[in-house]
């Protein structure tokens, strides 16, 4: 297992020093300075910020510097608001975006879950057409549209719910985590059916049933495991989606995370800001894929031979 | 159960080709049909929409306003007394054109760089292909978003980044089909009669994967329409003047309250077109019985 782990961490490295150099470039070859506002800046303040922000260096002395910075943990200043850090602006994002994140995930695993593995027990029957044709639906309906349509029924219509945003009014939580969980929910449905009507029907599945035990331990203890693994699997990837999600949600209920502070310096062109939060969200994503082979490894033993076997 | 396999029978002894025997089972599948209808019906519409929209897309009314559906404005109008409908119509030329175009450039390279892989084999391969996984695991998402601001946001470069994105499934497709189809008595026979890998990959290779490029990229379209939308939503994807389905429910969310038909009408046409093309997809894989993963 330590083994294992170590493997692919090492295989994690290149793909986010790939990331870091190829935003940083990327960002330094935008048109346009930072600092060409209609506003004539006099040279010396010029030269002043330039020094600050280290622009006045060669290109590839920046790079080696903003590595060294990013080895200390450090993201860097903002262009757009002097005096505030990357660090800042992902300090007070990222406890917000996390908690919308892991809302969002306990839905869609636990509702997306539970109506797959329903649906896989009598295939083909209503119980099983009418979870997926939802998932159908959720999948199709984009989150962007969801959100909306759930603000003007909810919050507006009924007037059940807040229609924005974050801990001001309670259950203000509650409308933004379904609309980033429900495209997911609809995918772990499909996924967690799937696998599952291809364990029940395994041979230790029939042998759990025939030395008696009652259908629910035989789905409860024999089948989820090996069922739910393709959700495991795609645990890892949806925390990507799940990131993106979250700037159309938190622009939608104008959630104060990481998700709108990323479209937002990409409107301002905050340039460091934009590298700053690639560079973490990219680096958070590619630690997750790892966390989810890992578990998926865990719960596999197969996979983890086969990791250690090619590597 | 019987009489299919009995006609299924009758029809290989009359020869069909796969391509008949896709087709018939194709129209088996109702929600294939269907999606395959709507989608056909869109793409007339959308090349005609200049023909037939019932208003000129620059047409405004600032007198009228936002008004709701009527007999003069099926589906209303928006807050400078546009005609909805022709929004709608012109902005499904412009989503359509992202979701085909940037399809396409997604499956000219993801198809060229699995067959050379798959065809070249060893060290090429290897390289190309780890190439392949170290994309997969950076975030595209953000990447796109990036590029829309780093070089401004206009539509060729909408099309080359979503592109980019997508080819990667695409690729990794086509080298295990191109690794398993190398291997059979005609590519050998094509290799001995002197022709070309270029010649081979082109002539022998790629139709014989058609299935499962045709199936996959059935489903990206819909996921590249998807980002189109999510990137226009954001406004960081198409600009006015132009519109697309994205853009218009990106206005219709801030006027929802008070003209909800803004945000519903434009919703219903990308769901629905959406849902269509998903179906389109699940309903060829299994009338072409490709096997593997959507993803």
Redesign the interface.
Known sequence: MGRFLAIRLLQAIPVILAVITVTFFLVRVAPGGPFDSEKAVLPEVKAALEAQYRLDLPLFQQYTAYLGDLAQGDFGPSFKYPGRSVNELIGAGLPVTAELGLYALLIATVIGGLAGVIASLRPNTPQDYIPMALAMIGICMPTFLLGPLLVLLFGIELEWLPVSGWGDIPGDKLLPSITLGAAYAAYIARLSRAGMLEVLSQDYIRTARAKGLPEWQVVVKHGLRGGLLPVVAFLGPAFAGLLAGSFVVETIFQIPGLGRFYVQAAFNRDYTMILGTTVFLSTLIVLFNLLSDVLAAWLNPRLRHQFGGKA | MNTDVITDIAQAEEGTSLWQDAWVRLRKNHLAVFGLVVLVTMIVIALLTPWIAPYAYDAQNLDLGASPPSAAHWLGTDVFGRDLLTQIMYGGRISLAVGFIATSVALLIGVTWGAIAGYVGGRTDAIMMRLVD?LY???F???I????????RNMVLLFLAIGAVEWLTMARIMRGQVQSLRQQEFVEAAVSLGLSPATIIRRHLVPNALGPIIVYTTLTI?SVM?LE??LS????GIQPPQTSW?LL??Y??ET??EY?WL??YP?LT??IT??SL?FLGDGLRDALDVRGSK?
């Open positions: 170290i695991a950076l975030p998402m953000i990447f978003v990036l590029l829309m601001v780093v070089f401004g819909p998807l939308a999510f939503f954001l406004g960081l994205g429910i990106s219709g969310a929802m309250e909800p945000l519903i919703g990308l769901t959406l849902f998903n993803d």
